[in-house]
């Protein structure tokens, strides 16, 4: 029952890893893309959190000039876009877990301390989190940011609890084109127009309809005043008959639960209101939006004449917009030409086009399209009429068909990264497989007692080794996914190494029951003294095997330092291992100062022979040697190849001496201390080196099958 609660739970727990995953991943992505689907829009926010924070320097009145700023919230806004997808890409995906898990955990301990300052402060009206696309309260983006930080500490924790979709060796793949992918988008969407248009006006929208529409949804309220006090009357109930009240003024409230969008959209000739004239007009009306005549892009003024000399041509409507119409209509007037300028306010044309400058076509008040001036045609190379030319009809905006093309775009080529990897893995495996088939056959028909791996010559019954010690660290639950998670990356390679996992001892009955024991070795990380007894909170050699387990560790440098253990405890503790059919890891090695004074192998010596040269030749054939300088365990430190390589042929001469050359070349001797991905290849290279004891590295399924892949 107990093994079926551990089962569970840790069901529980990987499902529970999945659910937050995909809550937060999905938030991030989308967070992201919204962001980086319109950079400019994103920008604007950006510059409107310099004002609210005070950041002078970055303000509208900022000495390094309004283009830097406009450049720098740009940039700003890209890598804040391609920072939030990649790290939502990564936990839908199960890339890089642990990194993904701090760096969310890291950007939320930022931004959850700043939205609190927005709600509270309200010095900006709208984070901007989601772009246009959802608007949501400052106090609403400060709760969901608490409840992302939560899942943020939780994923810290067991965010491995569940494997990616893509394999370690080709994880940086869908990670860099994540990247990739969302720094085009925003790329696009700065060249031309926003791939995706969150905002009121859409092509194909009818401006003037939905004016009328918002209008109607307004309710005419006026206000009287009687004796100082100030009083709002629908018209239903205006004291017009009480002389004592004396009207002030008429004004359009928008009614409950509608939100006027295009309220906005006004257009002035001076002080005259000519939106309604404009949006009447039947005629094709050319539109030129200058939201900042200061920072307006003279390279396309050519592309502007051009256009103007066409609707000029053809009798066509043509004018420019910009909320300092005055100073636009002197800049085009310096130019040679001549068109009106209206007033619209910066922030409804922000709304209505990106870029400085941009271009619309309107026609009975319907906005046919909306382009930056790269995109109109070369319109001197026109001469038909506007309806005979693809310009002249509605371009309606589909957010559908957009949509399912830029999820094809990203998913695609995943989906194809995906098939390919397993596919390799699959066919790599198969050649694995036959290769060690042909070579067992080869073997065993030339009855050879020798084979090459790695590039040295060791004795058929001599094995390459991994080994991990978790020593004490994770939890049941913890324990029995890491023992799952290494078995499952061995599903995907034939290794040229026995991989062995030392758990601690409330471990090695329920991981020997969950896992299968003969792909991967199951050890102890130490036994007691004694065969059985009054020994409280000793496990003896007896208990260790009737666990399934088939290995144990004994004279470790933390068990020799800690709890004083010394050759003679160690040679009772070997002799009781190997009479209940278990295989000794023996572990030897000095500390520094024993180094410093070169004296370590005296004292590699000394412990081989204190504990160990008492056994018969065939029982030592049940040792391995795991050989840990102290001095590296746990501090960074390694020793070098050769140093490795010099100590191990030492040690191999040293049971030569006693037991014969047999003997010594039968016995696998092992590297401890700081081994990693990084340094295994090179230490497991040399000729004595016969794999690794490995520490810290062991505790992550993917670092330690990194060691795994070093033979």
Aim: overall charge neutral; some cysteine.
């Amino acid at each position: 029952m107990k093994v079926d609660g551990g089962k569970r739970t840790m069901v529980l727990s990987g499902m529970l890893t999945v659910l937050l995953r995909m809550v937060a991943g999905a938030t991030f992505v989308f967070s992201g893309f919204v962001k980086g689907v319109d950079p400019q829009g994103t920008a604007m926010i950006i510059k409107e959190y310099f004002v609210g924070f005070g950041i002078d320097f970055l303000g509208p009145s900022s000495p390094l000039g309004s283009e830097f700023v406009s450049i720098f919230a740009v940039m700003a806004g890209i890598i804040l876009a391609i920072i939030e997808f990649v790290i939502g890409a990564n936990l839908l995906f199960g890339i890089y877990r642990r990194t993904t898990a701090i760096l969310l955990f890291l950007f939320m301990l930022v931004m959850t301390p700043v939205t609190l300052y927005l709600a509270v402060a309200d010095p900006v009206h709208d984070c901007g989190c989601f772009g246009e696309a959802v608007v949501i309260s400052n106090w609403a983006t400060f709760y969901k940011n608490l409840v992302l930080l939560a899942i943020s500490v939780l994923l810290l924790r067991i965010n491995k609890n569940h494997v990616g979709v893509y394999a370690r060796a080709v994880r940086w793949l869908p990670c860099l084109y994540s990247a990739a992918f969302m720094a085009i988008i925003a790329a696009v969407s700065i060249r031309h127009q926003p791939l995706l248009d969150f905002r009121p006006y859409k092509s194909g929208t009818d401006i003037r309809k939905a004016v009328q529409t918002e209008a109607d949804n307004a309710e005419i309220v006026f206000i009287y005043e009687k004796n100082g006090e100030k009083r709002e009357f629908p018209l239903s109930e205006a004291p017009v008959a009480d002389t004592a009240w004396h009207f002030v003024d008429r004004i359009e409230k928008t009614a409950p639960g509608k939100k006027n969008k295009y309220s906005d959209f006004i257009i002035r000739s001076g002080d005259e209101d000519i939106t309604e004239s404009i949006l009447a007009d039947t005629a094709y009306t050319f539109m030129v939006f200058v939201p900042s005549v200061s920072e307006y892009e003279d390279s396309w003024q050519d592309k502007i004449d051009e256009l103007y000399d066409y609707a000029y041509e053809h009798s066509y409507n043509f004018c420019a917009l910009s909320p300092d119409a005055a100073t636009m209509q002197r800049n085009i007037e310096a130019s040679g030409i001549s068109y009106p300028c209206y007033t619209m306010d910066e922030t409804a044309i922000k709304t209505i086009v990106r870029g400085n400058p941009a271009v619309a076509l309107i026609k009975d008040g319907v906005l046919y399209w909306k382009r930056a001036p790269r995109d109109v045609p070369d319109m001197a190379e026109i001469s038909v009429p506007l309806q005979q030319t693809s310009l002249g009809y509605v371009h309606q905006y589909n957010f559908k068909n957009r949509m399912i093309w830029i999820c094809l775009v990203y998913f695609v080529p995943l989906l194809l990264l995906f098939i390919a990897e397993k596919s390799v893995i699959g066919i790599m495996s198969g050649i694995r497989e036959k290769r060690e088939a042909a070579k067992a056959e080869k073997m065993l028909g030339k009855e050879k007692n020798k084979k090459r791996i790695n590039n040295k010559t060791k004795t058929e019954m001599r094995k390459n080794i991994v080994a991990g010690n978790w020593k004490m660290n994770k939890t049941l639950q913890e324990g029995v996914q890491l023992a799952k998670d290494v078995e499952k990356a061995l599903e995907s390679r034939t290794p040229n190494c026995d991989v062995i996992i030392a758990t601690p001892f409330i471990h090695l009955a329920t991981v020997a029951g969950t896992i299968n024991t003969e792909k991967v070795g199951l050890s102890a990380e130490n036994c007691a003294d004694k065969a059985s007894g009054a020994y409280t909170g000793e496990v003896s050699a007896a208990m260790v095997a009737s666990t399934g387990a088939k290995y144990v560790i004994l004279g470790h440098s933390e068990r020799r330092a800690y709890y004083g253990e010394t050759p003679e405890i160690l040679k009772e503790k070997v002799l009781l291992a190997l009479e209940n059919g278990l295989k000794v890891i023996f572990c030897i090695g000095e500390v520094l100062e024993e180094r410093e004074a070169g004296k370590e192998y005296e004292v590699v010596k000394s412990q081989i022979e204190g504990s160990l040269f008492n056994l018969t030749a065939e029982e030592f054939g049940k040792i391995i040697l795991a050989y840990e300088p102290v001095w590296a365990i746990g501090t960074g430190k390694t020793a070098t190849a050769q140093q490795a390589q010099e100590m191990h042929a030492f040690i191999r001469k040293t049971i030569a001496d006693k037991y014969g050359a047999e003997v010594a070349e039968n016995t696998s001797i092992l590297y401890g201390g700081s081994c990693k991905p990084s340094n295994a290849k090179e230490l497991f290279a040399n000729k004595d080196v016969d794999g690794g004891l490995i520490g810290g590295a062991s505790l992550d399924a993917e670092q330690f099958m990194g060691i795994v892949d070093a033979f």
